[in-house]
């Protein structure tokens, strides 16, 4: 039996900032900037990161019953909390995988997404592996980067079974070609010129990658029916394309108007939505373009259409909010400093043996269903509340995660403070039993009401700036 994808999902922030606005703020500095005024980018929350979106994506491509015998995690981001912290086993925590799941963090260039998932697809798996994806950039504000980027992320269970992609072949180059760089402990990725990245870089690197991909496959540009391609330089997708010979039909769509380039998510996020519209037999090449160029040639195969995301890139760039405040922007990217204000002013040290001994609870999210009477609760003690039952010892892990709840009661306070005020927060009550009181997020105070359906999703819920610390915990969102 062979090693394929499995499943696949997205993530795509749900604020979207008009790129009109960032070039009315800034170009009375760069009159250049207007020509890449159109359309808009995917605006992460303030307490969204790469990790949030990681497990975001992975929650979309695994549902509520994917998530059995998995044996590693591998998380490829440029952008990750933390340098010195395994990132992939706070993914694996939050979705709340045994402890004997091996964590992998990949990093460092723009194809360590594509590269992770080839690595996965090409060895033997005795269990399945989730590749994940996530990229939320700082960028300077007025330079090109900052239109043209995106955040999101995207994820891939890869293993043995009921295969909806196969690999066909796989291609790599190394070269160090330095078309972009950022050093250790900057803040911002120095660029250069544009020509030079096309004609030295894309134009010579990636068509021999290409070449021997085919070539290893046995097949022509002529038989591949998407092609996906991560640049945001014009034309230069399907200047490559045919110099392979791959049909204009076959250039998959890159997202710039209504997302930007995720970085290293993009690949794994151009594939999702290629296999979103893919059909049984047809041939998916997808390359990566960062010191050096990885490729990959897939085939999908006959159960393409039984395993679908539960929202998919389509579903999430669908699921919107149009942003255009680019100065809330600048804010939660921390491009500028805002005055706070003395009720932010608290010391927000984590406790690290309290989260070690609560990890299940405060990442994973899990609570305790009573064996003698089956009342859920959240936080599991050692008392079942239900006051018909009272029962000592007797709960059993109960993941809340993925259970869908309902508004009993909320409020939108402006007096304490929020990164994105007002804060909003209140109780939510389970379909399936048990409640919280929880803090909501991308939701405007004008939606809350009495009864709302909310799903739960992993977020930041502070950031310890004098420590370099990031606290994680669940948060409520509309359905």
């Known amino acids: 039996m062979t090693v394929g994808i499995l499943r696949y999902g997205a993530y795509i922030p749900?604020?979207?900032?008009?790129r009109?606005?960032?070039?009315?703020?800034?170009?009375?500095?760069?009159?250049?900037?207007?020509?890449?005024?159109?359309?808009?980018?995917?605006?992460?929350n303030w307490d969204e990161d790469s990790v949030t979106m990681a497990v975001a994506a992975a929650r979309d491509c695994l549902g509520e019953g994917g998530r059995d015998g998995i044996g590693a995690v591998h998380l490829a981001s440029t952008s990750l909390p933390?340098?010195?912290?395994?990132?992939?086993?706070?993914?694996?925590?939050?979705?709340?995988?045994?402890?004997?799941?091996?964590?992998?963090d990949h990093s460092a260039t723009q194809r360590a997404g594509l590269s992770a998932?080839?690595?996965?697809?090409?060895?033997?798996?005795?269990?399945?592996?989730?590749?994940?994806?996530?990229?939320?950039?700082?960028?300077?504000a007025a330079s090109p980067l900052e239109l043209s980027s995106g955040d999101g992320a995207a994820a891939m269970l890869v293993g043995e079974g009921e295969a909806i992609a196969e690999l066909v072949a796989s291609a790599t180059r190394t070269v160090d070609f330095v078309d972009h760089y950022r050093g250790d402990g900057v803040p911002y990725d120095y660029m250069w010129e544009e020509r030079w990245i096309r004609d030295e870089g894309y134009n010579k690197i990636v068509p021999p990658t290409l070449k021997e991909l085919l070539a290893k496959a046995g097949v022509s540009g002529a038989?591949?029916?998407?092609?996906?391609?991560?640049?945001?330089?014009?034309?230069?997708?399907?200047?490559?394309a045919k110099k392979v010979g791959i049909p204009e039909g076959a250039v998959r769509d890159n997202l710039a108007a209504g997302c930007g380039d995720t970085g290293v998510a993009h690949p794994l996020v151009m594939l999702a939505h290629a296999l979103e519209d893919a059909r049984p037999g047809q041939l998916i090449v997808v390359a990566a373009f960062g010191q050096g160029c990885d490729a990959l040639l897939l085939r999908a195969t006959d159960a393409i259409g039984r395993h679908k995301p539960a929202r998919g890139v389509s579903g999430w760039l669908a699921r919107r909010r149009e942003e255009t405040n680019y100065q809330k922007f600048l804010s939660f990217n921390e491009v500028i400093e805002v005055e706070?204000?003395?009720?932010?002013?608290?010391?927000?040290?984590?406790?690290?043996?309290?989260?070690?001994?609560?990890?299940?609870?405060?990442?994973?999210?899990?609570?305790?269903?009573?064996?003698?009477?089956?009342?859920?609760?959240?936080?599991?003690?050692?008392?079942?509340?239900?006051?018909?039952?009272n029962a000592f010892h007797s709960q059993e892990p109960q993941p809340f995660a993925d259970l869908e709840g309902r508004i009993m009661s909320y409020t939108a306070d402006n007096l304490t403070y929020s990164a994105d005020p007002p804060a909003c927060y209140g109780m939510v009550q389970f379909d399936a039993g048990g409640r919280i009181m929880i803090d909501f997020t991308d939701v405007a105070p004008e939606e809350i009401d009495v009864g709302k359906k909310m799903d739960m999703v992993f977020r930041i819920k502070d950031v310890d700036p004098q420590r370099g610390f990031t606290r994680y915990f669940w948060k409520a969102t509309a359905a």
């Open 14 to 18: 749900m604020r979207r900032l008009q």
């Open 20 to 44: 009109k606005t960032i070039v009315a703020a800034n170009s009375w500095f760069n009159s250049a900037l207007k020509s890449q005024g159109k359309g808009e980018r995917a605006m992460a």
């Open 82 to 104: 933390f340098a010195d912290r395994l990132n992939a086993g706070i993914v694996a925590g939050a979705l709340n995988l045994p402890e004997t799941t091996a964590g992998h």
């Open 117 to 140: 998932l080839s690595n996965a697809l090409a060895a033997p798996l005795d269990k399945p592996v989730l590749v994940a994806a996530a990229e939320k950039r700082r960028t300077k």
């Open 223 to 240: 038989d591949i029916a998407h092609f996906c391609m991560p640049c945001t330089l014009s034309k230069v997708a399907a200047s490559i």
């Open 340 to 389: 706070r204000g003395m009720r932010s002013e608290l010391d927000k040290a984590t406790a690290l043996s309290s989260l070690y001994r609560n990890r299940d609870m405060l990442t994973g999210f899990v609570g305790g269903k009573c064996t003698v009477c089956g009342t859920l609760q959240f936080p599991r003690s050692n008392v079942c509340v239900n006051p018909n039952c």
